[in-house]
C-alpha cells in the first residue's frame, strides 16, 4: 500500500533545479534509505516532503495532497529529524520532547495527560527515563541525537523523516539508534525516510534504496542492486569493493594510489 | 503501544513554579508598598493604610489623613506608581517576546524602530503644535503614531527584502529605520532649539505625576497586548528550535511572529507614548529572571511582567527622591543601574540565553 507518493517534484534554490523531477513511491511500514554524493538533492528532497521548502509536482500521502493539508495536519502524519537540529540549551529534555505534542495542540493550549504520557512514553523507547529534567546544554552529542528522535516520535505521526540521523554518533551509538529506529518500525508500522552517507551501515538496515544524483534518481531498488562497485564508481566517484555479507552487502572502500606508487 | 499499566508521567511542562511567582508577587507589592509610602511629603503607614481601608470600605475604619495628604496619596502618588507598574511590565514583558521571537537575548522592545518612531512623533509635536493642543493628549498620540508607522515600515522594508524567514533582515531593517527616524528627529530638533529642553526631558523618559488620565489612556493597550502574549506564551518556547523545524511541528510561524509582534509593538508604543524612552528595563528584568530561576518563556514572561512593573516602581522612587525637589530622568537611572548589570550578564552568560 502506497502512504507516499511523489510526482514530478522539482525543487530550484536559487534558479537551480536541485530535485529534478522525482517520481517515488513509499510503501507503508517501508524504511527507504536515500544516499547520494553531496548535493545530489537528499535533503532538500526531504524538506520538500515535509513541505518544509515549495516545489513544484505533486506530493501525496495516503492519497491525500500534501498542498492541501493544514499544517498541524500534515505534522500529525509526519515527523522530520533535521540533520542539524536547533536544540536550546536552557530548556529541559522533558520540555523539548514536549514540543513534539505542538501538532495535537491548538495554539494557546497547553499539554496534558495524554500528551505528558507521550512524551514519557517517547523518552522510555530511547532509554532517556530519568533524563527529563536534565538541560539540553548539558547531554553528550548521543543523548542529543536520542532527544531529538524522542521529540519526533512523541509527535506520534506514522512517517518519520530523518536526515542523517547518525553522522554525530560513533559507531556503536549509530547501531543503537538505528536498531532502535528498526524496532520502532516493526512495532509501531512507522515509515521510515533515511538520507544516509553510510553506504554499509544504510544497507544494513534498509529495505530499499534510492540513488540520487543531482536531483534525479539514477537507481532505486534492494541495496545489492543500488550499491554495485560500477555506480559508485560513477555516482560517488569512489572506488570500492562489495561484499556480500549474510545477505546483505558491505562496501569497502579500495586505495587507489598509494604514495610509493606516486613517488615511484 | 499499549498504555495498560498507568503511565508514570515522568515529563512535564516546566510551567511556572510557585516559588518563583511567589517571589515576584512579594517583589512587586513591596516595590509598590514603597512607591506609596516614599516622598517628598512624609504620609505615615497607619495613616496611608487607613485611607486604603476606607477606600476599599473596611468597615469601621475612616482615613486619618488631611484632605490634601488624601488628594497627594490617591489623585499623585498612587495614579504615578500604577503608571510605573504597567510601564515597567510592558517593557519587560515586550523584551522578554522580542528576545524569543528573534531568538536573540541582546534586543529590546525598541528593536524595530518603535523608540526612534515615537521620538520623531513627539518632538513634531513639541516644535510645531500650537501650546493648547501639546497639552496632555496630543503628546502621547503623536508618539505612538509615530512609534507605529516606524513599526509598519521596518516590517514592510524587512519583508520586501526577501527572505522573509529570515528574522536578521528585520533587525536589520530596525536598525536602518530607527537610524532613519533619528536622524530626521535630530533635524527637526535643530530647527527648533527652543523646544531643546523639552524633547530632551521627554527622550530621557520619566513617569508623569498627571493623574490617572495616563493611567486610563494606556490601560487598554497594555491589557490586550499583555493577554495576547501570555496566552501565546507556549508557542515562543516551541519558535526556539528555530523557523523550520517549528513549522515542521505544525505552527504557522510567519503569523504567530506577527501576532507576537504587533502585541509587543502595541504595548511598547503605548508606554513609550506617556513616558519617552525608558532604556534598558526590556532587557536587565529578563535576564535577571532567566539567572535567578533558569526558565523557558512559558514561566519567564508572567515572571517579567511582575518583576519589570516591581522593577520600574523602584527605579521611579529613585528618580523622584534622589535629588528631590528635582526628578532624575527614569531613563538614566534604569541605564545607571541597568548598564553594569548588563555588563555581567554579558560577562557570565555567554552561552546558554
Redesign the interface.
Known amino acids: 500500500m502506497t502512504t507516499i507518493g511523489l510526482s514530478e517534484v522539482t525543487v530550484r534554490l536559487g534558479g537551480r533545479p536541485v530535485v529534478d523531477g522525482i517520481d517515488l513511491d513509499v510503501a507503508e511500514g517501508e524504511w527507504l534509505a536515500l544516499i547520494g554524493p553531496n548535493g545530489a538533492g537528499k535533503t532538500t528532497l526531504l524538506r520538500a516532503i515535509a513541505r518544509l521548502v515549495s516545489y513544484s509536482g505533486s506530493i501525496s500521502l495516503g492519497g491525500r495532497d500534501i498542498a492541501a493539508m493544514q499544517r498541524a495536519e500534515l505534522s500529525r502524519m509526519l515527523a522530520i529529524v533535521p540533520q542539524d537540529p536547533l536544540v536550546p540549551p536552557w530548556m529541559t529534555v522533558g520540555e523539548y520532547v514536549l514540543l513534539g505534542r505542538t501538532p495535537h495542540l491548538g495554539p494557546l493550549a497547553k499539554e496534558g495527560r495524554r500528551d505528558r504520557a507521550a512524551a514519557t512514553r517517547a523518552l522510555e523507547r530511547l532509554d532517556l527515563r530519568g533524563f527529563g529534567e536534565r538541560r539540553l546544554g548539558t547531554l553528550s552529542g548521543g543523548e542529543k541525537q536520542r532527544v531529538v528522535v524522542a521529540r519526533a516520535l512523541a509527535q506520534e505521526a506514522a512517517i518519520v523523516l530523518l536526515d542523517e540521523p547518525t553522522a554525530a554518533l560513533d559507531i556503536g551509538h549509530q547501531q543503537q539508534a538505528l536498531d532502535l529506529l528498526d524496532v520502532l518500525r516493526a512495532e509501531s508500522g512507522l515509515t521510515l525516510i533515511a538520507a544516509m552517507h553510510d553506504l554499509t551501515m544504510a544497507a544494513q538496515y534498509a529495505d530499499r534504496m534510492v540513488l540520487l544524483d543531482r536531483g534525479r534518481v539514477v537507481a532505486d531498488g534492494a541495496p545489492p542492486d543500488v550499491l554495485t562497485e560500477a555506480s559508485i564508481a560513477s555516482y560517488y566517484g569512489a572506488s570500492i569493493d562489495v561484499i556480500p555479507v549474510d545477505g546483505r552487502v558491505a562496501v569497502i572502500p579500495r586505495r587507489t594510489t598509494s604514495a610509493t606508487q606516486r613517488l615511484s | 503501544?499499549d498504555?495498560t499499566a498507568a503511565?508514570?508521567?515522568?515529563?512535564?511542562?516546566?510551567g511556572l513554579a510557585p516559588v518563583w511567582a511567589f517571589a515576584a508577587v512579594a517583589f512587586l507589592v513591596l516595590s509598590v508598598i514603597v512607591g506609596v509610602l516614599v516622598g517628598p511629603i512624609d504620609l505615615g503607614t497607619g495613616d496611608v493604610l487607613s485611607s486604603v481601608g476606607e477606600r476599599l470600605r473596611v468597615p469601621g475604619v475612616s482615613s486619618s489623613l488631611s484632605a490634601t495628604e488624601e488628594s497627594i496619596l490617591w489623585e499623585i502618588r498612587m495614579p504615578r506608581v500604577i503608571l510605573a507598574a504597567l510601564v515597567g511590565g510592558m517593557l519587560s514583558l515586550a523584551g522578554a517576546t522580542y528576545q524569543g521571537v528573534f531568538r536573540n537575548p541582546l534586543v529590546d522592545p525598541y528593536l524595530l524602530g518603535v523608540a526612534a518612531g515615537a521620538g520623531l512623533g513627539a518632538t513634531l509635536a513639541i516644535a510645531y503644535l500650537p501650546g493648547v493642543l501639546r497639552g496632555q493628549q496630543a503628546l502621547p498620540i503623536a508618539a505612538f503614531v509615530g512609534g507605529a508607522v516606524a513599526v509598519v515600515l521596518t516590517y514592510s522594508v524587512g519583508r520586501s527584502a526577501g527572505r522573509e524567514r529570515d528574522t536578521a533582515t528585520l533587525v536589520l531593517a530596525g536598525v536602518t529605520v530607527a537610524s532613519f527616524f533619528t536622524a530626521l528627529q535630530t533635524f527637526v530638533q535643530q530647527q527648533n532649539t527652543d523646544t531643546l529642553q523639552q524633547v530632551y526631558t521627554w527622550i530621557l523618559g520619566s513617569i508623569p505625576s498627571s493623574g490617572w488620565s495616563d493611567v486610563v489612556l494606556i490601560l487598554p493597550y497594555v491589557a490586550l497586548a499583555t493577554t495576547v502574549i501570555l496566552?501565546?506564551r507556549?508557542?515562543i518556547?516551541?519558535l526556539?528550535?528555530?523557523d523550520?523545524?517549528a513549522?515542521?511541528?505544525?505552527?504557522?510561524v510567519r503569523r504567530?511572529r506577527l501576532v507576537l509582534v504587533v502585541a509587543a509593538t502595541v504595548g511598547t508604543a503605548a508606554a513609550v507614548a506617556v513616558c519617552g524612552l525608558i532604556g534598558f528595563v526590556g532587557i536587565i528584568v529578563p535576564h535577571a529572571i532567566?539567572m535567578l530561576a533558569?526558565v523557558?518563556y512559558r514561566a519567564l514572561l508572567p515572571l517579567s511582567v511582575l518583576a519589570g512593573a516591581g522593577f520600574l516602581v523602584l527605579a521611579d522612587v529613585i528618580a523622584r527622591t534622589a535629588l528631590a525637589p528635582a526628578e532624575i530622568p527614569l531613563g538614566i537611572v534604569t541605564a545607571f543601574f541597568g548598564a553594569p548589570f548588563f555588563m555581567l550578564v554579558l560577562r557570565t552568560t555567554r552561552?546558554?540565553?
Open positions: 503501544m498504555v503511565p508514570r508521567l515522568d515529563v512535564r511542562p516546566r496566552l501565546y507556549r508557542m518556547d516551541v526556539s528550535v528555530g523550520e523545524e513549522t515542521s511541528l505544525g505552527v504557522d504567530i532567566r533558569g523557558g552561552s546558554g540565553v
